[in-house]
């Protein structure tokens, strides 16, 4: 993983400047990358601050890119070493990422599993059931997917859509609705007995926030595949959305299968919080030895509870 200075200066540069002009209004902008010779000449970082200067870039952007770029490193290579013990141990480790549309949990799944071994960590985000499966037990499909010894699963949402996108959207009725929430905590206390590593994570946004990633998902040609007819009724069911989460974090949280939640509206700080809380929460040889901070900012990442401020 570890790459020349020069490298990591280019693609801070270059992410800082693709960015600005996926939101930039002006017809004319300064190309976004630095040449050879340009990198060259960079042998301090007062040098590298008076060459962005010079070329019109933003210091603290590419500075800020650079530093996420360096603690997002050091955080993989945990991540590495507890997906080892995990090989090792025969573990079965399932991570829940939930929350709204647009709340970045894609994206920091990517981050989690990008040096991680595919063979033994792989990503579950299940279609719409097929008409067999919905006649079949809720958990069924979910059951399927869970960690064999030795794995990591990672939910891009999870058997938790029936406790709010499916009763918001009709997609499930009453009885429905209600039977799952009578059987979710007893589903995962089976879990938890049988040594399951459950971790839950509810990814927080605002509902600005909300609006203003949907409108940058429109003009940016790289996101169209994430633009659904349901990202519109997102916003109009804001509310009936957060009553259905409420009710979730008050039938669902429990000593052994607590939901964590975290402020999302910073996407870089709620994707290295998150592998912190993991990494803190999961125990690993060599873990003492780490080169960063493996403690999450309770300002970014905490345990549910009633009296917590939420943002959404």
Known sequence: MAESRAIRIAKAVEAVGEADQRTSNEEELLPNRLSEEDLAKVTSNRGLRALLRQKGFSTRKVLNTLRYEAELEKLQIELVRLQRSIQLHGRRVAIIFEGRDAAGKGGTIRRFIEHLNPRTARVVALPKPTEVEQGQWYFQRYVSQLANPGEIRFFDRS???????????????????????????????????????????WFSISKREQAQRFASRAVNPL????????????????????????????????????????KANDKRRARLESMRYVLSRLDYEGKELSGTNLQPDPDIVRRFHRSNKQID
């Open 159 to 201: 058997w938790y859509n029936r406790a709010v996108v499916e009763p918001v959207m009709g997609f499930c009725n009453d009885a429905q609705y209600r039977m799952f929430m009578q059987q979710v905590p007893e589903f995962e206390h089976m879990l938890y007995e049988d040594g399951v590593e459950l971790i839950k994570f």
């Open 223 to 262: 996101k169209q595949w994430k633009i659904s007819p349901v990202d519109d009724e997102a916003q109009e069911h804001w509310d009936l959305y957060t009553r259905y989460k409420e009710k979730m974090f008050s039938r669902t949280h429990t000593t052994f299968s607590p939901w964590i939640i975290v």
